[in-house]
């Protein structure tokens, strides 16, 4: 009889909830929130400079412009005037967005960094990879704008000379979202090399990697047909260190009609996500040991 109350005022102990770890839970969720809005912070500032420095506006104007010509030419071309707009369309949406990454990404960190304002953000509670994560983000959401609004208008480009609805204006946002993916990448490398090295040298290295990154398969070609053993574990090296750009371009058959199924495009989200992450934690440590007092 004496080990009934015992028991009861066990079970009821176990009832109770640790005060501690909830009180940690709730402290916990508060930190996540602010670090959450402090990156959100930085990327909203980040698109806002973006957006005032009228990168955006002229580029998308260019493009739109250029869509237009492509009608004139699609309008010569007889029977081939869907297949040009396409074409044109999303290939200057991958150049003029890789002109926006590299130029606008390399110069998100040394901005900072020249204007001394990059001291004043770090005096806060603000991380250095929350920094880079909110830079990134911020001109991610630029490029968004820019990729969108170009899809408008190459869409429009295909309903205007069609004289109405065309079969490959949902074809071609497939495609649009894969380049958008590319250009995430990018972003990626140009903050990368802008975490040490000078715009000038940062761009034409982003450069580079994204010529590269579209002749990935010759790379593996070249690891493959070389005699040489050092030049083997070169290209192998350069083949898996270097970010796959090919099965984003999919412009040519895009135009053709047809269609990346979406296993590819989740494959190619998945790829841009962890590739992505990598650049940015290399860019945080790489950005960590520098001193900037």
Known sequence: MSQLPSDATQQNQAKIPDPTSAASAIRDSN????NLRRTLAIARNAFREAVRDRVLYNLVLFVLLLIGGSIFLGELSAGQESKIIVDLGLSAML???AFIAIFVGVGLVYKEIERRTLYAILSKPISRGQFLLGKYLGLGLTLLINVAIMGVGVSLALIYIHRGWDPLVPKVWPAILLIYFELMILTGVALLFSSFSSPALSALMTFFIFIIGHFSGDLKSLANSSSSVAARALFRALY??????????LITPTAHGTVPDASAVGLAAAYTIVYSSVLLAAATLILGRRNFK
Request: proline letters at 6%; hydrophobic letters at 35%; zero cysteines.
């Open 31 to 34: 930190s996540f929130g602010k």
């Open 95 to 97: 150049l003029f967005g």
């Open 240 to 249: 898996y260190l270097l970010p796959n750009l090919t099965h984003y371009s």
